[in-house]
């Protein structure tokens, strides 16, 4: 198992987790299964050891770690028009006519025919971890477009599955553009070394800083400017280090050495206990975060109702 390296929240309600005891069996009417040969896609779920592994979720305690995945074939679009093109050619050469819109189509889906099942395929997975403590999904992703896909992905397999987008009670932009103003940082978060101050006007100024000391005259007077904080570099608890953007979304998230080091220490000797392991400790960390995130910006879990 990889460390997530981005993270979109959504969350479930109490009532929600209880009706999950059975996503195993519900996901694997859902497995993804190889595109036939005239389609461009299928999505489903494969198992967090592989995608020839049977299990389709994994549980360490309260967590529950899964899949989401797709397999496209590829077929671009310049290979589709530069036959279509060749066909056209032929036609006006050899019996002198120009070809109507219809039967330019026709024309088009013969190529498409002719050419789907000798495409090669792609495979792309979205890991996530679903909370049934604190009724978090937490989406390996930093967009909302393939978070929202996921979950979808879910809501089918399950029939029903109400998890909600988290978004902050207050601006997120106005609170860390406080944090740069006045250094002064919730407990236990402290700054990073990069940031993307905007002006806030439609095309206003970008500016973006990276190894940067964010405390210095420098990164003030664009402040004093007008210019906000879109996104900020921030460590937690000298454990984890991340990007955060106005739309809470979570970027460059990494685990630092002191959590790396309790990993190595664990001991690893077959596949099944180093993701054991991993998952374990980066849930447990991510619970802390996910926390902070809940008292610091107003993130309430939905009710049953």
């Known amino acids: 198992m990889m460390w997530f390296r981005n993270l979109t929240l959504f969350r479930f309600s109490e009532k929600t987790a209880r009706s999950l005891k059975s996503l195993e069996d519900k996901l694997a009417e859902h497995r993804l299964r190889p595109p036939g040969p005239l389609e461009l896609a299928t999505q489903g779920f494969i198992s967090p050891f592989g995608r020839d592994a049977e299990a389709l979720t994994h549980k360490v305690g309260d967590f529950v770690l899964l899949?989401?995945?797709?397999?496209?074939?590829?077929?671009?679009?310049?290979?589709?028009?530069?036959?279509?093109?060749a066909r056209l050619k032929k036609i006006s050469e050899k019996e002198g006519r120009k070809v109507g819109s219809k039967e330019r189509q026709r024309l088009k889906d013969e190529i498409l025919t002719?050419?789907?099942?000798?495409?090669f395929t792609k495979m792309s997975r979205t890991a996530c971890y679903?909370?049934?403590k604190s009724g978090f999904v937490v989406l390996d992703t930093a967009s909302r477009k393939s978070a929202e896909e996921a979950i979808s992905q879910l809501r089918q397999a399950l029939g029903s599955f109400p998890a909600v987008p988290m978004a902050p009670e207050?601006?997120?932009?106005?609170?860390?553009?406080?944090?740069?103003?006045?250094?002064?940082?919730?407990e236990g978060l402290a700054l990073g070394d990069e940031c993307e101050l905007r002006d806030p006007a439609e095309s206003g100024a970008v500016?973006?800083?990276?190894?940067?000391?964010?405390?210095?005259?420098?990164?003030?007077?664009h402040l004093k400017s007008g210019k906000q904080a879109f996104?900020?570099?921030?460590?937690?608890?000298?454990?984890?280090?991340?990007?955060?953007?106005?739309?809470l979304a979570v970027r460059k998230l990494r685990f630092l050495d002191v959590v790396q080091d309790e990993l190595e220490t664990?001991?690893?000797?077959?596949?099944?206990?180093?993701?054991?392991?991993?998952?374990?400790?980066?849930?447990?960390?991510?619970e802390r975060l996910l926390a902070k995130f809940e008292e610091w910006f107003g993130l309430p879990r939905p009710d049953d109702k």
């Open 231 to 247: 996104a900020l570099g921030l460590t937690f608890a000298d454990r984890i280090g991340f990007t955060l953007g106005e739309d």
């Open 130 to 132: 679903l909370s049934l």
């Open 114 to 119: 002719d050419l789907l099942p000798r495409a």
């Open 170 to 186: 207050e601006s997120l932009r106005r609170l860390m553009t406080d944090w740069l103003v006045h250094g002064k940082l919730p």
């Open 207 to 221: 500016v973006r800083c990276r190894r940067q000391d964010l405390e210095t005259d420098e990164v003030r007077e």
């Open 266 to 286: 664990s001991g690893r000797d077959a596949e099944a206990v180093e993701l054991d392991a991993t998952f374990a400790l980066m849930t447990l960390e991510l």
């Open 67 to 85: 899949n989401v995945a797709s397999e496209r074939r590829l077929l671009p679009s310049s290979v589709v028009n530069d036959e279509l093109s």
